[in-house]
C-alpha cells in the first residue's frame, strides 16, 4: 500500500473524550484481542507500560487474533479509501488506549503509510 496522508488515532473508550470525532471507520479491540495488564503472568511489566515498549508490542502482536484484526481494519480501508475519496481517519480503540490499540494502530500505520496519533498513551493508568 501506499502512503494516502491517512490518520490512525489509537485511544481508549474509558477516556472522557471517547470515540474521536470524524472517523470513517471505528474498530473496538476490547473483545477482539487479550488485555495484556489482565495476564496474571505479566500484569506487574505491562500496567505502567504501553505499546510503545517493545515488550508490550511483542506481546500484543503474540495474541491471538492480532495478526487477523490488522488484516481486517488494511481490508476496510482499501474498500473505504475508493468510497470516501480522501484520506481515511481511522480510530482504533481498547480500554485505556496504551496497550492494544497502541499497537495496532502502529502496525496498521506502518502497512499503509498513515500517520499515527496515540491519543490517550501518555493518560493515567484505567484501574
Do not use: W
Not at 9 to 33: I, K, M, N, Q
Amino acid at each position: 500500500m501506499t502512503s494516502n496522508a491517512s490518520v490512525i488515532t489509537s485511544f481508549g473508550y474509558r477516556h472522557e473524550a471517547g470515540v474521536p470525532a470524524g472517523a470513517d471507520l471505528v474498530v473496538d479491540l476490547r473483545h477482539r484481542l487479550y488485555n495484556p495488564p489482565e495476564d496474571p503472568k505479566v500484569k506487574a511489566a505491562m500496567v505502567a507500560a504501553t505499546g510503545l515498549e517493545p515488550h508490550v508490542h511483542a506481546y500484543v502482536m503474540d495474541t491471538d487474533g492480532a495478526e487477523e484484526v490488522i488484516a481486517e481494519i488494511l481490508a476496510a480501508m482499501d474498500t473505504l479509501r475508493g468510497r470516501v475519496g480522501r484520506p481515511l481517519r481511522v480510530a482504533i480503540g481498547c480500554q485505556g488506549g496504551r496497550h492494544r490499540s497502541v499497537v495496532i494502530a502502529s502496525e496498521v500505520a506502518a502497512a499503509t503509510g498513515a500517520t499515527v496519533v496515540h491519543r490517550d498513551v501518555t493518560l493515567p493508568v484505567i484501574r
